[in-house]
C-alpha cells in the first residue's frame, strides 16, 4: 500500500491506505471530518502505525494540554505497530514522541531528516510549517517548502499544498510579491487550500489592501462550514480589512455572526476573539459584554499552557474584565511552568510570554510607565512565541497605547515612524505620526 504521494505505507489493508489518504487530504483543507476519517483509518487496521501518528498529530494541533493524554494514547499505540513500520513511518513516531514531550525543537529537526530523505512526504512538511509558526521560525517557515518544491510535479496531490505554504512562509519573511504570485498560484490549482488563500490576505494585510482584502474574503456566511475552526481565522482576517477601513458595526457584526458565533473553545477562537476586541477597544468602540465568555474561558485555562500566544489572549479578556486576582494566578501558573518545565516552551515563556502578560495586565490597571517597560523591550523581538506578524501586531498597538498614555510623546513618535514607513499606506498610522511629531516639535 502506499500515500498518496507513492511513499509505502505499512498495512495491508487497502481500505485502511485509501482512509488514510484521504483524512491526509482532510488535514491539508481544515475538514471538519479530518479526525473521523483518521479513525476510519484505524478501524480498518488497528495495527496501523502511520493512521496512529496522525491521530496523534491532529490532537498536538489542537495547541491544548487538555488533549495532551489522547495524543499520548496515539503515539503508544504509534509506537505498538511501528516494529514493521518503514523507516519513514518509524521517523513520524519519533517527531511525534518528542513533539509530545514539549521538545518541539526536536520535532522540527526529524520533520527536516524526514524531508531530506522523502521529500514528497505532504504530512512531514505541514507539522513542520504548523510548529515553525508556533515557535516564530519565519526563515524555517518559508525554507521547508523552498527545499522541497522541485522534488513535486504539478500533478502531484498536495502540489497546491506545498505552494501554499511557501507562499506564507515568504509573506512572513517579507517578501510580499513572491507571496502573492505563489499563493494565487495555489488557490487556482486547489481552491479548497484555506491556508493558500490565507497566505494571499496576509499580504494584503502588510501592504493595507484593505478593498482587495475585503473582496478577496468576501464569500456567504456557510460558505466554510464544512471546514473545522481555522475558518474563523479567515472571518478575522475580513473583519481586521473592515476595522482598518473605519467600518466598526461591520467589525462587530462580523465578530458576532463568524469571529464568535458558536462559543468555541479552539485556541485559535479565543485568539481571534480577544484580539479583535482589543484592537476595537484601544480605538475608542465599546465592546460591551463581549468579554465576559472569553474572560470566563481564560480563568477555567489557567494552566494550560499548550500555546503561549494563547495565554497572552487569556490575559487580554481577565485583565479587560478587571479580573486582576485572577490574572495574578495567570501570572504564577506561568511562572511555575517556566520554573519547573522541561518544554522547549517553558523558556520563551520567561523570557517573553511572562513580560508580554504582565505588560497587558498593567496596561489595563491603569499603570501605563510600567506597561511600556514591560513590553518596550520586546518590541521587534516577539517572534519566538509564534504567530503571524499580523496576529502579533496587536502587541505594538498596546504598546503605542501605552506610551501615549503615559505621555511619553517621544517614544511614541519614534514607534508611529517605524509604522508610517513601513506601511505607508495606513492611514491612521500616518496620520498619527504627523500629529504627534507636530505636538512634540509644536510645527503648525
Known sequence: MNDAQGYPLTTSSPQAALLYNIAQQNLLEYRLVTMQSIKDAIEADPHFAMAHCLRGYQFMMYGSFSVLNNAKSALRAAEAGAAGATE?????????????????????????????????????????????????????????????????????????????????????????????????????????????????????????????????????????????????????????????????????????????????????????????????ELLGVEAGDRWTQLADFAEKSIGDHGLIFTDLHYMMALAKERRFDAAERLLASMEEFAAEDAADSAAVVRSIGLPLCRGILRFEQGDYAGAVDALAPLHNNDAPIGASHAQRDIIDQYLIEATRRASNLPRTRMLLAERAALRPRNKAAVERHIDVTRRIYKTA
Not at 520535532?107 to 508556533?134: K, S
Not at 482576517?237 to 465578530?255: I, K, N, R, W
Open 88 to 280: 519513514r513511518e518509524r521517523m513520524h513516531v519519533e517527531a511525534l514522541r518528542a513533539w509530545t514531550e514539549g521538545r518541539t525543537g526536536r520535532a522540527i529537526t526529524t520533520w527536516e531528516q524526514l524531508l531530506g530523505a522523502y521529500p514528497l512526504d505532504i504530512v512531514a512538511l505541514r507539522m513542520h510549517h504548523f510548529n515553525c509558526f508556533w515557535t516564530g521560525r519565519q526563515h524555517s517557515l518559508r525554507g521547508g517548502a523552498a527545499a522541497v518544491l522541485d522534488r513535486w510535479s504539478q500533478d502531484m496531490p498536495g502540489y497546491g499544498n506545498v505552494l501554499g505554504m511557501l507562499a506564507f512562509g515568504y509573506e512572513e519573511c517579507g517578501q510580499y510579491r513572491e507571496a502573492e504570485k505563489f499563493g494565487r498560484l495555489a488557490v487556482q490549482h486547489n481552491p479548497h487550500d484555506l491556508w493558500a488563500l490565507h497566505a494571499v490576505a496576509h499580504v494584503m494585510e502588510m501592504e493595507d489592501r484593505q478593498r482587495e482584502g475585503i473582496d478577496w474574503l468576501t464569500r456567504p456566511e456557510d460558505h466554510w462550514s464544512d471546514r473545522n475552526p481555522f475558518k474563523g481565522h479567515l472571518w478575522w482576517h475580513l473583519a481586521l480589512f473592515h476595522l482598518e477601513s473605519g467600518h466598526y458595526d461591520q467589525v462587530l457584526d462580523l465578530y458576532d455572526r463568524c469571529v464568535r458565533n458558536d462559543g468555541s473553545t479552539f485556541y485559535l477562537d479565543i485568539q481571534n476573539a480577544a484580539s479583535l476586541l482589543a484592537r476595537l
